[in-house]
């Protein structure tokens, strides 16, 4: 008899557990596609260090899962609800930066240097700016959109610096020695990576951007295609 009791009380716990794992789903799916690269998905991925957003999307429904394990709602609809909040959390997540348009992004932090200073009584520490640059220009195939966007990460500094929105060309600015990954999307062309290093003397580099017709929300499931930048 208990055995009979018990099934029904174990079959509900799970309905719960899926209605607030689909919630949480539901939430991180409708973010992703209304805010594409400022979405709290694309967001958390970057924390996490993921490169393929839909290992996001299989985490998610376990975050709705352990909500309903830990305040154990009683119905399905309070079990979908929370599966929403648990995400909405997450909105809390650090915003990228994002600029309307830009030429010019500073990506390292100014060194400083000790040194004796003769003027001085005792040992002076005096910031030296950024002396290091590179030119970074786009090549489209097939029509160029009218601006692309690209997220810029230090990695000598381990530092992810945000998104910025520029039309066909930036300038890096920044330590000499230190390498940067450029992530460029732009309508109607493939999701492209490159990582470019710093040197005193500014280099040019091109990159040319291949067309692809398949929506940029969906491009982001999997990892930008790695080029190397022609001098």
Same mark, same amino acid.
């Given at each position: 008899?208990?055995?009979?009791?018990?099934?029904?009380?174990?079959?509900?716990?799970?309905?719960?557990?899926?209605?607030? %794992?689909?919630? %949480?789903?539901?939430?991180?799916?409708?973010?992703?596609? &209304?805010?594409?690269?400022?979405?709290?998905?694309?967001?958390?991925?970057? @924390?996490?260090?993921?490169?393929?957003?839909?290992?996001?999307?299989?985490?998610?429904?376990?975050?709705?899962?352990?909500?309903?394990?830990?305040?154990?709602?009683?119905?399905?609809?309070?079990? =979908?609800?929370?599966?929403?909040?648990?995400?909405?959390?997450?909105?809390?997540?650090? +915003?990228? +930066?994002?600029?309307?348009?830009?030429?010019? @992004?500073?990506?390292?932090?100014?060194?400083?240097?000790?040194?004796? /200073?003769?003027?001085? &009584?005792? =040992?002076?520490?005096?910031?030296?700016?950024?002396?290091? &640059?590179?030119?970074?220009?786009?090549? =489209?195939?097939?029509?160029?959109?009218? +601006?692309?966007?690209?997220?810029?990460?230090?990695?000598?500094?381990?530092? +992810?610096?945000?998104?910025?929105?520029?039309?066909? &060309?930036?300038?890096?600015?920044?330590?000499?020695?230190?390498?940067?990954?450029? /992530? =460029?999307?732009?309508?109607?062309?493939?999701?492209?990576?490159?990582?470019?290093?710093? %040197?005193?003397?500014?280099?040019?580099?091109?990159?040319?951007?291949?067309?692809? %017709?398949?929506?940029?929300?969906?491009?982001?499931?999997?990892?930008? @295609? /790695?080029?190397?930048?022609?001098?």
């Amino acid at each position: 008899m208990d055995d009979v009791n018990q099934r029904p009380l174990a079959i509900h716990a799970c309905k719960l557990y899926i209605a607030a %794992a689909i919630g %949480a789903l539901a939430l991180g799916v409708s973010d992703y596609m &209304s805010h594409s690269t400022q979405s709290t998905v694309i967001r958390l991925a970057g @924390i996490l260090g993921l490169d393929q957003v839909w290992v996001l999307f299989l985490l998610i429904p376990i975050l709705g899962c352990v909500a309903a394990w830990i305040h154990q709602p009683g119905t399905k609809k309070d079990a =979908f609800t929370l599966g929403l909040a648990v995400f909405s959390v997450f909105a809390l997540a650090p +915003q990228q +930066q994002e600029k309307a348009i830009t030429d010019k @992004i500073g990506v390292s932090p100014p060194e400083i240097h000790t040194g004796l /200073n003769f003027s001085a &009584s005792a =040992f002076a520490q005096e910031p030296a700016g950024p002396t290091a &640059s590179a030119n970074v220009t786009l090549l =489209f195939d097939g029509k160029p959109p009218a +601006q692309s966007k690209v997220s810029v990460t230090n990695v000598t500094e381990g530092e +992810q610096l945000g998104t910025f929105t520029i039309r066909d &060309s930036l300038k890096l600015v920044g330590n000499p020695g230190d390498k940067i990954i450029l /992530n =460029f999307e732009s309508p109607g062309h493939q999701r492209t990576q490159v990582e470019v290093p710093l %040197a005193n003397a500014g280099r040019d580099y091109k990159v040319r951007l291949k067309e692809n %017709a398949t929506p940029l929300f969906i491009q982001r499931l999997v990892p930008a @295609i /790695n080029v190397q930048p022609s001098p």
